[in-house]
């Protein structure tokens, strides 16, 4: 059932393009989107998002699309804290609860604490007869088919595209994003696809830079906007199959704190398309070699000629539309850990301590 892969994950990585195209598809026909009747973001002042681990991640990126796209204010929760924080809810909120197993005890009772409390419940599911889906008002598949690894891979790029088509949905019941800005957006989806296919060709670049990551004792990872989750993103998917000490940063808090870790045995993996704040994701990215940290930067073509001089390595990926480049970043990231997980012979797919469904407290 791997197909040829060595891993599940190697397999689920490599899938991506084609669930990604699967899930746009349903969701996109004639260049309208095609949501459920039901869901209606017109009477909603707050959007709740809840759930755990790479799922809450995705999360923390949608957030960043629910304000830019739809000026709509979004909280994010990880869903062990949501009940027990006495959040604000109302019959103006909706809540989202975004897993892909759909039986992440936390998540399915911060949903069961939501349900009487807000307007709408919403689950984003990879597994459309898990108890989040029956139980939530409307579940959204993200269609990325059965995934086996442990670390999630394929879940979360469809995770995060089901999420951007619901920011584009607040965006028009909303009346803040106009057709054509809705159509530019959806044709930046469609091509995504082939950008994914493109991210999973780097895997041999990714592999040699591996073998030096293997050796490190700590890692950073920093972004900035959509794409600081996406480093704690990297960060997670590192440690959680490689057991390398990992850490996601906002670019910017490096130098309150982090950057004391920062000397010539830590890689630094910047990811920084070239998006509005590229050029102040680069002068951290500065004061990070200036301590002689080892630099990885992922950017496009332009981002790597224009800032990648003097770093320690560079990965170039296909240049994206801001809005969409954390989906796209997610692969090399997931490369990352795997090559770097296979470097150091871990067990790649069933990492110790770790379960693919989380159903206890
Ligand atoms: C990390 C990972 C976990 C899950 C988390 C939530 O690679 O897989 O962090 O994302 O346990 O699981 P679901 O999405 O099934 O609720």
Redesign the pocket.
């Known amino acids: 059932e791997k197909a040829g892969y060595r891993h599940f994950m190697a397999k689920e990585i490599a899938e991506q393009p084609v669930v990604l195209a699967d899930a746009l598809k349903h969701y996109i026909g004639g260049g309208r989107l095609n949501l459920p009747e039901g869901l209606d973001f017109t009477g909603v002042d707050r959007v709740v998002m809840v759930?755990?681990?790479?799922?809450?991640l995705a999360c923390q990126v949608a957030k960043y699309w629910f304000e830019q796209i739809a000026g709509l204010a979004c909280d994010v929760d990880i869903a062990s804290e949501f009940r027990y924080r006495d959040p604000v809810l109302s019959d103006r909120s909706l809540a989202v609860f975004?897993?892909?197993?759909?039986?992440?005890a936390d998540?399915l009772a911060a949903l069961r604490h939501a349900q009487d409390r807000v307007a709408q419940t919403l689950a984003v599911v990879n597994v459309p007869t898990s108890s989040i889906a029956r139980e939530s008002g409307l579940a959204l598949p993200i269609l990325a088919g059965v995934e086996v690894g442990?670390?999630?891979t394929k879940?979360f790029t469809c995770q995060l595209a089901v999420l951007a088509l619901l920011a584009l949905k607040a965006g028009r019941d909303r009346g803040v994003l106009s057709e054509e800005r809705l159509a530019g957006h959806l044709a930046a989806l469609a091509n995504l696809p082939g950008l994914l296919n493109h991210a999973v060709g780097l895997g041999e670049d990714l592999a040699a830079l591996a073998v030096d990551i293997a050796r490190a004792r700590d890692v950073l990872f920093l972004g900035r906007g959509a794409m600081y989750p996406l480093a704690l993103e990297g960060a997670?998917?590192l440690k959680?199959i490689s057991y390398i000490h990992a850490e996601g940063y906002a670019a910017g808090e490096l130098k309150h704190g982090p950057i004391a870790l920062v000397d010539a045995s830590v890689p630094v993996v910047v990811m920084a398309p070239r998006d509005a704040l590229f050029d102040k994701t680069v002068s951290n990215m500065q004061e990070v070699m200036a301590r002689a940290g080892k630099v990885v930067l992922m950017s496009d073509p332009q981002g790597v000629a224009q800032a990648g001089e003097g770093v320690w390595r560079t990965i170039t990926l296909p240049e994206v539309p801001p809005l969409l480049a954390p989906i796209l970043y997610a692969v090399p990231a997931q490369l990352l850990a795997y090559h770097t997980a296979v470097a150091k012979g871990t067990d790649v797919d069933q990492p110790r301590n770790l379960a693919k469904?989380?159903t206890v407290e």
């Open positions: 759930a755990c681990g790479t799922a809450n975004v897993s892909q197993s759909g039986e992440t998540t442990v670390a999630s879940a997670l998917k959680e469904s989380v």
